[in-house]
């Protein structure tokens, strides 16, 4: 449980960077409310950098929602946030469509500024089968 509530955007140009991710975060990876965390944090002039999804806060909002149609079951299991520079946030997550999915690693990449997620990019890479990887390592 939360000490904040995530969609409370009341006070959002005072917001540090951080507080924005957090909420954002929040709503979207940990209690997979992909649409909601959308329309309270990103900029409806969003610019999207993954080809699959249009720029603009509500074309992407219209493709989550066939997403999460698809896959209700789907899940994103955080591992990391890296905070960067200039608004620069990273969240290193394992996606699964079922619980019974691989899955994937992914990045999300996102510029946050005023506010607001303004711009994203991300990176995604299938999980392997453990018995055909070169290493012990794992993905995460």
């Known amino acids: 449980m939360t ?10 140009e005072s917001l540090p960077v951080r507080e924005v991710a957090e909420r954002f975060i929040e709503v979207f ?5 992909l649409s909601d965390a959308f329309r309270a944090w990103v900029h409806p002039d969003y610019i999207q950098h993954d080809p699959n999804a249009p720029n603009g806060r509500d074309g992407t909002i219209a493709v989550l929602d066939e997403h999460m149609a698809r896959n209700p079951r789907m899940s994103h299991g955080v591992k990391r946030v890296i905070h960067g520079e200039d608004g620069m946030v990273a969240v290193h997550y394992h996606f699964r469509r ?14 946050i500024e005023g506010g607001y997620l303004v711009e994203h990019w991300d990176v995604i890479q299938p999980l392997p089968d453990p018995a055909q990887a070169k290493n012990d390592s794992g993905m995460f």
């Open 3 to 12: 000490d904040f509530d995530p969609l409370d955007t009341s006070s959002r």
């Open 29 to 33: 990876y940990n209690q997979n409310r």
């Open 98 to 111: 079922a619980p019974d999915d691989r899955g994937a690693a992914v990045v999300d990449i996102f510029r």
